[in-house]
C-alpha cells in the first residue's frame, strides 16, 4: 500500500470518517469499496467529493477513507469535511475557495439526548384524562 500523503479526519451527527489523501489517477475508495458501490445516491457521492470538485483537483488525488457509525447522509457529510480537511492541509492555497464553500466547517447539529419520563427527546406518552 502506498504510504499517505495527507490524513485528516471529517465528523457529521455520530459518523467518523478517517481520509487518507495521496498522489494518484483519482479514484475515491470508501472501506475498500469503490465509492459508487458505497454510495448509490448520486447526491450522496456529489455531497462526499464536493471538496475534490470545488478544488478541480479531482483526478490528481487518490481518496481512501474509512467510515464508521451514522447513516448514509451523516456518512457523506463527514466525508466531505475529511476531505476537504486533506486538501487544505496539502496545498494552503485552496483552504480559502474551500472556506469560502463552507466545507471546512463541522456541522455542530446531533440527536438531542433522550429525557426521562418521555419516550423520545420530546415526545411525551400519550395523555389520558381518565
Not at 62 to 70: N, P
Request: proline share 6%; glycine share 10%; charged share 30%.
Amino acid at each position: 500500500m502506498p504510504k499517505p500523503l495527507v490524513q485528516a479526519t471529517g465528523r457529521r451527527k455520530q459518523a467518523v470518517a478517517r481520509v487518507r489523501v495521496r498522489d494518484g489517477q483519482g479514484t475515491v475508495t470508501i472501506n475498500k469499496r469503490p465509492v459508487e458501490e458505497y454510495f448509490p445516491s448520486a447526491s450522496h457521492r456529489n455531497i462526499a467529493t464536493a471538496p475534490l470538485a470545488i478544488v478541480a483537483a479531482a483526478a490528481n488525488f487518490d481518496v481512501d477513507a474509512t467510515i464508521d457509525g451514522g447513516g448514509f447522509s451523516g456518512q457523506a457529510g463527514a466525508l466531505s469535511l475529511g476531505i476537504a480537511r486533506g486538501l487544505a492541509e496539502i496545498d494552503p492555497e485552496v483552504r480559502d475557495e474551500l472556506k469560502k464553500a463552507g466545507l471546512l466547517r463541522r456541522d455542530p447539529r446531533k440527536k438531542e439526548s433522550k429525557k426521562y419520563g418521555l419516550k423520545k427527546a420530546r415526545k411525551a406518552p400519550q395523555y389520558s384524562k381518565r
